[in-house]
């Protein structure tokens, strides 16, 4: 029989014993009910079944319950599977996080499992790394946004979103070009473009962004680009919301200018340094008050250079001293700054240290030139003293008048019996008393003509008068006196010197006698001065007559102007001549002042106004002209307010003249036209100087106006006495002959010696309103 046909070759059969001694991956061979028949070393690793113990078991067992019908699905279809992540139950309980993987072939079941855990360490790792990256992305108040080269945004925070106005997750995967407008979108491009020349720069730009609620946001933006042969090219955008900055910026930079602008027009100089001195603020007021300008100052001189030596040290304790006032501030204080010019100006000055925190910084003073307020001050004490002197002078006068007629007969008597004895006696030894008698008579006679001609106010006959005329013609008749023979003039008169209205013949007189007490003061020898000029607003004409003498004791200067008051010799003076000529110069509405030195001569110094003061009251009138009441209708005013005084009286300050009308009685709506005179601070004294003018203007201003009513205002607590008292019933006379026949009287308070005054011309109460002390209405008496 023929021998069998050899086998065909097997399949070479596989090294089991190989297998079972590798260690990765851990492989088990199933049999067809799932049991374990082998096992190799790295199963036995992973399960921690020793090689005994994992053969037999039911491979199953090693899984969860849960997980087992998984892994049964995939074994039995036999189709290979790809892995499975499952939980391995070690022999020792714990659970492994195991891939496994299976495969069927002839009647064998192989599955091959490997350890998960680093993979999921390193998973863990990543997804707190990410979770990091994305709570830190979301910290701060920057925006983040990466993107590609086609600006396609890969990555963006929860602040890019909201700087945006959409949700982060909103932005992922979208061009960041979709989220700008056209305008910006080409700008960021533009900046991408020069990206090619350096990628390791850093770009920055500001873009407008509109948001889908129609919100505008101001966006600052960072680029930088990262550029790795190993990875794309990625753009990192750092978007920063400006929108509340700028804002704050503009309300800030508003702030600083309205502090600027208050700081830069104060009336007062304000300036300020740093702890070290150096200037930092000096403001147009500092430069008006010092003549320096800010450029010259800021920054380049100290600022104890503006104060007289030891002057800011001592300013600078007292600021930090609590015995002036709170820590750090210093009341309203005098004291003296040097101007550029070296003149020490005296001031008032505020000042403060600026803080911050607890540390000091600055310090700022703020100064009021006191120039002015002193300027007015020695003006009102010069007035007060030369009202006085009125005063004195009109006693005086009346004194004198009495005094004089009554000695004017005795003396006559005397002298004509003293002659009559003279001629009897012959030449006796009588005749030298006698003689005697009759000079010492005839003094006393030119005493009493003295005390007449000072006592008696003849009517100025006031014409246009050229002074310079009428100062050649006293210096030419007084030159040619033996007197005068060895005194040089020295004569400056200003050429076409305007004309002032005054007396010439009283003017003769004041210039004569200024001219001959300056000769006397030189004894004959020496050279006297006359000059004249005109400046001022308004225009005055100024004269002054000086001489090179002795000079006047310091302590008489006060007294010169005073009646009977003289430094001649017994016998050469009556001490009445300087008191004329005072009351002359006053009642043409001038001025006259002295000045001295012991050893250096006297110049007295004259001021004319170019008009007469009636005239001066007509234009100051005039200036008043179109005001009206509150309810609306025209009311003329005759000089109610201190700018027209200020024009008639050369002094007080600014006044509005609106403040007259504060107290109209609201009772007073009849449609007439009326006047009101306006009685206000320095009223009394204008009325002692210029009286007669001023009511004269005021009659004449009454009687063209057919007046029924009169309002009178009375504004300081004026006390009716003297020429004043006679002002105002004169006044009261006036409006009564005019045919005035009511009185409003508005007085501070109650003033009996006011009411007086209109009482005496017929004025008679018959009502009162609002409050009783304050106003009242007063008719006149049938």
């Given at each position: ?189 533009n900046h991408h473009s020069t990206f090619h020349l350096d ?334 000029w005109a400046e001022g607003e308004p225009p005055q004409v ?241």
């Amino acid at each position: 029989m023929p021998e069998p046909a050899p086998a065909p070759p097997s399949r070479p059969p596989v090294s089991i014993s190989a297998l079972l001694e590798l260690e990765q991956p851990a492989l088990v061979l199933l049999d067809s009910n799932y049991k374990i028949v082998a096992a190799n070393r790295g199963a036995c690793l992973l399960s921690g079944f020793q090689p005994d113990r994992i053969l037999g078991l039911d491979f199953f067992s090693l899984f969860e319950p849960m997980e087992r019908e998984k892994l049964n699905d995939s074994i039995k279809s036999g189709i290979p599977q790809t892995a499975l992540e499952l939980q391995l139950v070690t022999a020792q309980g714990k659970m492994i996080p195991v891939g496994v993987s299976c495969a069927a072939a002839e009647g064998q079941i192989w599955v091959a499992m490997w350890d998960l855990q680093p993979l999921w360490d390193l998973k863990n790792l990543a997804d707190e790394a990410r979770d990091r990256v994305d709570r830190i992305s979301n910290m701060g108040d920057v925006g983040i946004i990466v993107y590609d080269h086609d600006f396609r945004i890969e990555f963006a925070n929860q602040m890019a979103g909201e700087i945006l106005g959409r949700p982060a997750q909103e932005l992922l995967g979208g061009e960041l070009t979709e989220f700008l407008g056209k305008v910006q979108s080409i700008q960021l491009r533009n900046h991408h473009s020069t990206f090619h020349l350096d990628q390791q720069r850093r770009v920055r730009m500001e873009l407008p962004v509109e948001r889908p609620d129609g919100t505008r946001k101001l966006v600052e933006i960072y680029l930088s680009m990262t550029s790795n042969e190993s990875a794309p090219v990625r753009t990192y955008a750092y978007l920063r919301d400006l929108t509340e900055r700028v804002e704050m910026e503009n309300e800030l930079r508003k702030t600083n200018q309205f502090l600027q602008n208050v700081i830069k027009s104060s009336v007062d100089g304000i300036i300020a340094a740093d702890m070290k001195g150096n200037i930092i603020i000096f403001n147009e007021g500092a430069e008006r008050l010092l003549g320096y300008r800010a450029e010259e100052v800021i920054g380049k001189i100290h600022i104890t250079q503006l104060y007289p030596p030891g002057v800011a040290k001592k300013i600078m304790r007292r600021l930090r001293s609590e015995n002036y006032g709170p820590k750090g501030k210093l009341p309203t204080t005098p004291t003296t700054i040097v101007a550029k010019s070296g003149e020490h100006i005296p001031v008032r000055i505020s000042a403060a240290i600026v803080y911050e925190g607890d540390r000091e910084i600055a310090s700022v003073g703020i100064f009021r030139d006191l120039r002015e307020r002193i300027k007015m001050q020695q003006q009102l004490e010069e007035t007060y003293r030369q009202l006085l002197h009125s005063e004195k002078l009109a006693s005086l006068g009346k004194l004198a008048a009495g005094v004089a007629h009554e000695l004017n007969n005795p003396l006559g008597g005397i002298l004509m019996y003293a002659n009559m004895l003279l001629e009897q006696a012959g030449g006796g030894p009588a005749a030298q008393d006698l003689r005697e008698i009759v000079e010492q008579t005839l003094r006393c006679k030119e005493i009493v003509r003295g005390l007449l001609d000072f006592a008696r106010r003849r009517g100025e006959e006031l014409a246009r008068v050229q002074l310079n005329e009428v100062l050649e013609k006293c210096a030419g008749l007084m030159s040619k006196q033996a007197s005068f023979l060895n005194i040089r003039w020295d004569k400056h008169f200003q050429p076409n010197l305007p004309q002032v209205a005054a007396d010439s013949d009283q003017l003769s007189q004041v210039f004569t006698n200024l001219i001959v007490n300056a000769a006397d003061a030189m004894e004959g020898k020496g050279t006297l001065g006359i000059r004249t000029w005109a400046e001022g607003e308004p225009p005055q004409v100024h004269v002054e007559i000086s001489d090179t003498g002795s000079g006047i004791p310091e302590e008489h200067l006060q007294k010169i102007f005073d009646p009977f008051f003289t430094t001649k010799e017994v016998g050469k003076g009556t001490g009445l001549g300087l008191s004329i000529a005072y009351g002359i110069v006053r009642r043409m509405g001038g001025d006259i002042q002295v000045r001295s030195k012991l050893g250096q001569g006297t110049t007295f110094h004259l001021r004319f106004p170019l008009e007469a003061p009636a005239r001066i009251a007509a234009e100051a009138q005039e200036g008043l002209a179109g005001i009206r009441d509150r309810e609306g209708r025209a009311v003329q005013v005759v000089l109610a307010g201190e700018k027209g005084l200020m024009r008639l009286l050369s002094f007080y300050d600014s006044f509005e003249p609106k403040d007259a009308f504060e107290g109209l009685p609201p009772g007073l709506k009849r449609e007439r036209r009326k006047w009101v005179i306006g009685l206000m601070g320095g009223w009394r004294n204008f009325l002692l100087l210029h009286g007669e003018e001023v009511i004269g203007h005021i009659g004449v201003t009454l009687g063209e106006s057919d007046l029924e009513e009169v309002i009178i205002f009375i504004h300081q607590d004026y006390r009716g006495k003297g020429i004043g008292s006679m002002a105002l019933r004169h006044v009261g006379d006036l409006m009564a002959r005019e045919g005035c026949r009511r009185l409003w009287l508005t007085v501070e308070s109650t003033n009996t010696s006011a009411i007086r005054c209109f009482q005496k011309a017929g004025f008679r109460f018959t009502s009162r309103e609002l409050q009783p002390e304050m106003e009242m209405m007063m008719d006149l008496e049938a």
